[in-house]
């Protein structure tokens, strides 16, 4: 199919056009047209993916097109420059358009729960899926940067307006964090435009690569990874930026969260990778313990901040901060073994998040509370429940048989073969996962009953589809990883080749 990319890049649009002219008032149809909306560019990105070629490199599925052009002086003479409509795909960022359009039908299905103006709501929903598809499909900075932004408004208003109790001040977090970060962004891709004269990735790539121009020498370059450090690190996120997560995660309705902890944080990591060893491999590899020490202290302080948390929701979002550690840990390493962990670890973590936000939500709805001392004993009333979430727990925890373990275990030992000290003093996390996610889960699972809970019903079909298909997925990916290892393989022979010189 021609121009199969741009389709699947702009089909929530289709969504977003049959909702604006349907009655604000037919909830279910409502409801229905937004998860249809989400169906469309699910089945266009499987398409993608089988007509794929795996064994090749580069760049798919590209498209190329004429976008504007401009002289740099006022008379007109002088270099011209092009900016150009460019998308594609590689192994990497179809795996990520997969995944953010499965956890877009699944949270989509999780958005059933939601009260009011659902015709707002699916239409923010499909505007923000057409944003990260945009920024996984992108192949220049322009691009990026446009559906970059293209996340940030409708992010704010689904959290603003359909959040809990402080919605609007964990909006504004969110806004005024992650517009920083925009601007720090925006500053990076300006000075490399104009020092090189283009904007797409694998040209920018061979010109920094093969430099010899001291205008591209190493204070530049340098300056321009640490801001990048700093522009994804809000969005990964790395402490100390990571604070406005933190509300986003317990103020927003859990499908937004499903999106926000599956995906939207994947983008910090992407925007590392990417950019930052794809166009600065050098001065990636002379910061590479500081990044490793970055992580380690990612993943220590996420975890023991949630194993004193009383509220479920902050557990996850301090586990959320811990499992990004692990991403930064891989990419430190530089070698196959880590960058594939960190790799394996965005995916890993994008779905049993969702899984775990998912039934955060149907908790919620059922309880009214995410406090810890509300649950206890669910597992009498709502055992699938209980089963479910006690499996997304063991994945998240790194049990063998699960994506979370190959993930964990190949990033540490990528970093074991290089900075083993720094490796061993961040395995504690490893430790400090099992004791928050196990009392977490005990908590709510098991424990007496409480006399509330005994008019609760179990997961419904329609709540069981998200929660098997998740866990179906974490499974799969723990038993055959290699089906995921293949989509990569060029794409990581491609970086590693960079970081080699």
Do not use: C
């Not at 011209?80 to 039908?105: K, P």
């Not at 690569?209 to 990874?225: E, K, M, N, V, Y």
């Not at 811990?322 to 840990?329: A, E, F, K």
Request: glycine share 10%; charged share 10%; hydrophobic share 55%.
């Amino acid at each position: 199919m021609s121009h199969l990319l741009s389709i699947l890049l702009f089909s929530p649009l289709a969504g977003i056009a049959a909702l604006s002219v349907m009655p604000s008032k037919n909830e279910k149809a409502l409801k229905l047209a937004g998860l249809l909306g989400t169906l469309l560019p699910l089945l266009l990105s499987i398409i993608a993916a089988v007509t794929f070629d795996r064994s090749a490199s580069g760049i798919q599925l590209a498209e190329q097109g004429n976008w504007l052009s401009y002289k740099m002086d006022q008379a007109g003479a002088g270099s011209s420059f092009a900016i150009d409509y460019e998308v594609g795909v590689n192994g990497l960022s179809l795996v990520l358009l997969l995944l953010t359009a499965v956890i877009s039908v699944l949270a989509a299905l999780g958005s059933w729960t939601i009260k009011k103006d659902w015709k707002s709501y699916f239409i923010f929903f499909l505007i923000l899926e057409l944003g990260m598809l945009g920024v996984f499909a992108s192949q220049n900075l322009f691009l990026f940067f446009i559906f970059f932004e293209l996340t940030l408004i409708p992010m704010f208003f689904l959290i603003g307006r359909w959040g809990f109790a402080d919605r609007e001040k964990a909006a504004y977090s969110f806004l005024i964090y992650n517009g920083i970060g925009s601007a720090i962004l925006l500053i990076v891709f300006v000075a490399l435009f104009m020092r090189t004269g283009t904007l797409n990735y694998g040209e920018l790539a061979k010109i920094l690569g093969g430099h010899t121009d001291p205008a591209l020498g190493g204070t530049f370059r340098i300056s321009l990874l640490i801001a990048l450090f700093v522009a994804f690190g809000i969005k990964l996120p790395i402490v100390p930026l990571h604070t406005w997560m933190l509300r986003v995660h317990v103020q927003a309705p859990p499908s937004v969260v499903m999106i926000h902890s599956g995906i939207l944080l994947k983008i910090g990591a992407y925007g590392l990778f990417t950019f930052g060893i794809g166009f600065f491999p050098s001065e990636f590899k002379r910061m590479a313990v500081w990044i490793a020490v970055l992580g380690v202290i990612n993943l220590l302080y996420g975890a023991f901040l949630a194993i004193v948390q009383t509220d479920l929701k902050k557990v996850l979002a301090y586990s959320s901060v811990s499992h990004m550690g692990i991403v930064l840990i891989g990419f430190s390493a530089l070698n196959e073994a880590g960058v594939k962990g960190a790799v394996f670890q965005l995916i890993s973590h994008g779905l049993i998040s969702a899984l775990l936000f998912f039934l955060i939500g149907v908790l919620y709805e059922r309880t009214g509370s995410s406090d810890l001392k509300d649950y206890s004993g669910l597992a009498g009333a709502m055992p699938v429940t209980a089963g479910i979430l006690l499996a997304g727990g063991l994945a998240s925890l790194g049990l063998p048989g699960m994506s979370g373990f190959i993930s964990e275990f190949l990033a540490f030992l990528g970093l074991f073969k290089v900075m083993p000290v720094i490796a061993a003093v961040g395995a504690l996390g490893i430790v400090l996962t099992a004791v928050y996610i196990l009392r977490a889960v005990l908590s709510v699972t098991f424990g007496p009953p409480k006399d509330a809970h005994s008019g609760f019903y179990d997961l419904t079909l329609r709540e069981r589809v998200p929660a098997f298909v998740l866990l179906a997925l974490v499974l799969f990916i723990g038993i055959y990883p290699g089906m995921l290892s293949e989509s990569l393989r060029t794409v990581l022979d491609t970086i590693l080749l960079g970081l080699r010189g």
